[in-house]
């Protein structure tokens, strides 16, 4: 079992940053990425970025490349997203998950409860 805690977001304007933080615990050991994701209503989860555990090899949906930052530090168990130059768009509730990896939702095994993200114009 992976418990995952996450923390942060909340309300920012356009252009704005935000970080959330996601603090995992448990037999986490099983599972090399940790990523995050994030859905609106009536949409499908989607992909946000993963990280391995090494943290030497990240991955980005096209979407946010170049504005979000993912980051790992294994010695905490913990797995940042830091956002910049946040847009209307990216106002989802975003989630933190552990799992095998790529941009597929059910590759990932464990999730975080969620935290709202919300861009104001």
């Known amino acids: 079992q992976v418990q995952l805690i996450q923390s942060g977001g909340g309300l920012v304007q356009g252009g704005g940053s935000l970080r959330l933080s996601c603090a995992a615990s448990?037999?986490?050991?099983?599972?090399?990425?940790m990523g995050w994701f994030r859905q609106t209503p009536g949409k499908e989860r989607e992909f946000v970025a993963t990280?391995?555990?090494?943290?030497?090899?990240?991955y980005y949906a096209d979407s946010v490349k170049g504005r979000f930052t993912i980051s790992r530090d294994n010695t905490k168990d913990t797995v940042d997203l830091q956002m910049n130059s946040l847009k209307l768009e990216d106002t989802a509730v975003y989630y933190c998950?552990?799992?095998?990896?790529?941009?597929?939702?059910?590759?990932?095994?464990?999730w975080g409860p969620g935290t709202q993200v919300t861009v104001s114009s």
């Open positions: 990280i391995t555990r090494s943290g030497g090899n990240t």
């Open positions: 998950a552990v799992g095998l990896g790529g941009t597929f939702v059910p590759n990932y095994h464990y």
């Open positions: 448990g037999r986490t050991f099983n599972y090399t990425f």
